[in-house]
Structure formats: C-alpha cells, structure tokens
C-alpha cells in the first residue's frame, strides 16, 4: 500500500521559515519523481516544486523560486520541502505526491494526506 504522510506544517509569521517532510512507504521511492503540490482556501491545486529520484533535476512554481528548496533522502525514504520567506499567499496545504504533470495536478494514488501550513498576516 502506497503511503505518503506529511508533517511539519504550523503557524508562521510572514517572513519567517517552516521545513516540510514527507515519509514515504510501499513503493520503490527512489525511482519516482516527486513533487510537492498545495491547495488554498477557495482556490484549485497547485504544483510547488518538484525533484528526480537522483536529485539530478529540480524545478520550482514561480511563485516559490527563491523561497523555496525541495530535497529527498533515499535511503530514508522521505521527502523534504524547506519554506524560507513565508508570505500570506503560501497558506495551503501541502500535499507530497508523485505522478503529478505540473501544468495539471490531480490527486491520485501517489497523494498524501496534507499539513496545514499558516502564514499570518
């Protein structure tokens, strides 16, 4: 059974720092590309960042570039998500997920169950 289970959501200050995991089960983790994806109130889904099995590729929403770092381990099976100049616009929750095409992400079997993260204002 695919598992993906977010942690490390809160409530942050603008400006301020919040870092994101992602312990994935039942699947052979380093062969998938992962992304993290976030969803604000009233709004549709949105893909955030997301990273090849090696680490070899990275990509960000232009949104996040320069706020944001995606990483992985592994050999732990986790994926991580590194939020620095927290804004207002970024309060969501944030989903890790695999098998997401960016232009249109949609929750699939490879989708965890979220964390909130709140930025105030």
């Known amino acids: 059974q695919v598992q993906l289970v977010e942690s490390g959501g809160g409530l942050v200050e603008p400006g301020g720092s919040l870092r994101l995991s992602c312990a994935a089960s039942g699947f052979s983790f380093g062969d998938y590309v992962m992304h993290w994806v976030r969803q604000a109130p009233g709004k549709e889904l949105e893909w955030v960042a997301l990273?090849?099995?090696?680490?070899?590729?990275?990509s960000y929403a232009d949104s996040v570039k320069g706020r944001f770092t995606i990483s992985r381990d592994n050999a732990e099976n986790k994926l991580y998500l590194q939020m620095n100049d927290l804004k207002p616009g970024d309060t969501a929750v944030y989903y890790c997920a695999s098998n997401v095409n960016p232009q249109r992400p949609r929750r699939n079997d490879f989708w965890g169950q979220g964390t909130q993260v709140t930025v105030s204002s």
């Open positions: 990273i090849t099995g090696a680490s070899s590729g990275i």
